[in-house]
């Protein structure tokens, strides 16, 4: 069966730092664009990051810019979001997911994780 599962979220202070992994099983991730986005309460699901299949080239939104950290391990079959000096505001669900092609909008992925939450408190 194929699936990917999410993990790495929790409880950290403004300042703080997480790392997210995806990791797939079933299938090779490493064919596929990886996205990471992410959903507040009462607010649409946004991109964060994304990261291409041919190359490993990564994209940041603005926002998240110089604070994250997107990468893939082929061979843990395995794409990490590395978040550092995180802030209140990026407290939300974060859900990796499959796609051709790197892009910010949700119709642009296939597939989808189950999510982990990641909240940003003192």
């Known amino acids: 069966q194929e699936q990917f599962v999410e993990s790495g979220g929790g409880l950290v202070k403004p300042g703080g730092s997480l790392r997210l992994s995806c990791t797939a099983s079933g299938f090779a991730l490493g064919y596929y664009a990886i996205g990471w986005f992410r959903q507040a309460p009462g607010k649409e699901r946004e991109g964060v990051s994304c990261?291409?299949?041919?190359?490993?080239?990564?994209h940041y939104a603005d926002s998240v810019k110089g604070r994250f950290t997107i990468s893939r391990d082929n061979a843990k079959n395995t794409v990490y979001l590395q978040m550092n000096n995180l802030k209140p505001e990026d407290t939300a669900v974060y859900y990796c997911?499959?796609?051709?092609?790197?892009?910010?909008?949700?119709?642009?992925?296939?597939?989808w994780g189950q999510g982990t939450q990641v909240t940003v408190s003192s």
């Open positions: 990261i291409t299949s041919s190359d490993g080239t990564p």
């Open positions: 997911a499959t796609g051709s092609e790197t892009g910010w909008a949700v119709a642009e992925y296939d597939s």
